[in-house]
């Protein structure tokens, strides 16, 4: 089945303890994401990624560090977490040549205390 | 930055009647999308307009774009139960980074 997934699903941490997110995709895409959900914001994207080796900035990305070393996973880590990440976050990917419809992953729910 | 903005913010319809969302947006765009999610999941891409499109349909699903107004509608017609989820709009100018509007929160009655 093609799907995203994410892992973990539900984590409470405190601040300052690094932790790491992880996101893969079997469709063998290209681009992959990572947005986060806020009450009242919408969705906000924090990096992306293009293809192997290649990322970049999103509209939120401080605080946050991303790798893309093979092409199905897209970890999001979070060196040292504060309460303001606290939220809910979606991994997402597409094809290069339908880069703008996402598949996005089922999301992780992050509190920080 | 908020480019998208979905109204109304909240709809409660009864099955079966026709349900519309709007989605308005500030400056030029390449591509309007449509996403849906249902509560506290992940976001289901239904539909895709690009800049010189005006209409198009996918089954019960008809969205339009007016460029000049800079807005776009979502029509679901003949309402289920199962249509009950946040709807919304994301758009980009041809970047990498699509905005995404604060949704509009569907309800179908039974």
């Known amino acids: 089945e093609a799907q995203v997934t994410q892992n973990p699903r539900y984590l409470i941490t405190v601040t300052g303890k690094k932790l790491t997110v992880t996101c893969s995709q079997n469709?063998?895409?290209?681009?992959m994401s990572w947005y986060r959900q806020d009450p009242g914001l919408g969705l906000r994207q924090i990096y992306y990624?293009?293809?192997?080796?290649?990322?970049d900035k999103g509209d939120v990305p401080e605080g946050y560090k991303v790798s893309r070393k093979e092409k199905r996973n897209f970890p999001l880590i979070l060196e040292s977490p504060s309460p303001n990440q606290t939220s809910l976050y979606f991994c997402?990917?597409?094809?290069?040549?339908?880069?703008?419809?996402?598949?996005f992953g089922p999301g992780t729910r992050l509190t920080v205390l | 930055s908020q480019q998208g903005e979905e109204d109304p913010q909240a709809l409660s319809i009864q099955e079966g009647e026709n349900a519309t969302m709007n989605c308005s947006y500030k400056?030029?765009?390449?591509?309007l999308q449509w996403y849906r999610q249902n509560s506290g999941r992940g976001l289901v891409h239904l539909i895709l307009?690009?800049?010189?499109?005006r209409e198009k349909h996918s089954g019960r699903l008809r969205v339009t774009l007016d460029t000049s107004k800079k807005s776009s509608s979502l029509l679901i017609t003949a309402s289920r139960a199962a249509d009950t989820a946040s709807y919304f709009c994301?758009?980009?100018?041809?970047?990498?980074?699509?905005?995404f509007g604060r949704g509009t929160s569907l309800i179908v009655h039974p």
């Open positions: 997402a990917s597409s094809p290069r040549d339908r880069v703008h419809t996402q598949y």
């Open positions: 469709m063998n895409h290209e681009y």
């Open positions: 990624s293009m293809n192997v080796e290649v990322t």
């Open positions: 400056t030029s765009i390449n591509n």
């Open positions: 307009i690009r800049s010189n499109e």
């Open positions: 994301a758009t980009d100018r041809g970047s990498y980074i699509p905005t």
